[in-house]
């Protein structure tokens, strides 16, 4: 029997709660399931929503939306990293069928033999499951899963009729770039409509970018040898290309690639890494960000970044 733990919330995640308040984990700690404990600044609304959820599922899901890079999946793991609770966690793509999540039979020493996927083993072991990217899964095989979302035992036929019946601690989260209804932007190939009856076994919650001073809060934390004003401009930067990315409710973004938390803290990175180079923070943002971008696109972010860093764009960090 796996033992289980309480923490308070305000020491634990570092946020303002009201004393006392305290949510359920495990006590081990060596877990090779748990995520790796990183520096994290915890939205208090994300994460009160999502504490909310461990503390009781109510036979739901909860699926993360928001734009890429925004920390959907980061602020699961983290959640999870600081709880001890084991994390399954799955890429979801076009081709990814319900058996894969399941189990399936495999050649070991010359024998076959059935291996649980990470369904099966988050069900019976009481871990958390992630269905990363899941609006790029057909929607038809995403269905497999409304039985046990529900709390329904999962039956593996394939392995003898096998009947596991799911962990009070098992919880089910899935990410993706839409809400379940397909993307009208046209910025994520492949995002498919999901079925509505899978949809609706979910709790749903928006995640976007932070605001600047947690965004701030975040660089500083990973890169803490960044001089606070550099840190001020590249937000700036950020904030100016996710606006042209995202455009407004009438018209489409002005570019195809953004600026998420976690490509700020590359460039940061990077324009440390390469200190003293000539044009630093120009080379670190290609690295960064902008290589991959359309040529005419790459042009406006850099004369976006040389406007707002002005003298210290060609400066050393």
């Not at 038809?140 to 593996?156: R, T, Y």
């Not at 009070?168 to 770039?177: D, I, K, L």
Request: proline residues 6%; hydrophobic residues 40%.
């Amino acid at each position: 029997m796996i033992q289980t733990q309480r923490y308070d919330v305000a020491t634990t995640f570092g946020v303002n709660a009201r004393p006392g308040l305290e949510v359920q984990g495990f006590a081990d700690d060596t877990h090779p399931q748990i995520p790796v404990r990183k520096p994290y600044v915890f939205r208090p609304e994300l994460l009160r929503d999502v504490l909310a959820y461990l503390h009781d599922a109510g036979g739901d899901g909860m699926f993360l939306t928001g734009p890429t890079g925004a920390g959907k999946t980061s602020l699961i793991n983290q959640v999870a990293a600081r709880l001890n609770w084991p994390v399954q966690s799955v890429t979801c793509h076009g081709r990814m069928e319900i058996g894969a999540l399941v189990g399936q039979f495999v050649l070991i020493n010359g024998s076959t033999q059935f291996v649980h996927g990470p369904l099966s083993v988050a069900a019976r072991d009481g871990h958390l499951l992630i269905l990363n990217e899941s609006d790029l899964m057909d929607p038809s095989e995403l269905a497999g899963l409304n039985d046990i979302l529900e709390g329904q035992p999962l039956v593996i036929a394939e392995n003898g009729g096998e009947v596991i019946k799911p962990h009070p601690q098992f919880r089910v989260f899935a990410t993706g770039n839409s809400a379940g209804s397909g993307d009208g932007s046209g910025l994520y190939q492949g995002v498919l409509r999901q079925n509505l009856a899978f949809m609706d076994r979910f709790r749903v919650i928006h995640v976007g970018y932070p605001d600047a001073v947690i965004e701030k809060q975040v660089v500083l934390s990973a890169v803490p040898s960044m001089p606070e004003t550099i840190v001020e401009k590249m937000l700036h930067v950020a904030e100016e290309v996710r606006r042209l990315f995202l455009g407004s409710d009438r018209e489409a973004g002005e570019l195809t690639v953004t600026m998420s938390t976690r490509t700020l803290v590359r460039w940061a990175s990077l324009s440390l890494t390469f200190k003293g180079a000539p044009n630093v923070f120009h080379y670190a943002l290609e690295q960064a960000l902008t290589a991959r971008a359309e040529p005419e696109q790459r042009e406006a972010i850099h004369r976006i970044a040389a406007d707002v860093f002005g003298d210290y764009w060609e400066a050393t960090p």
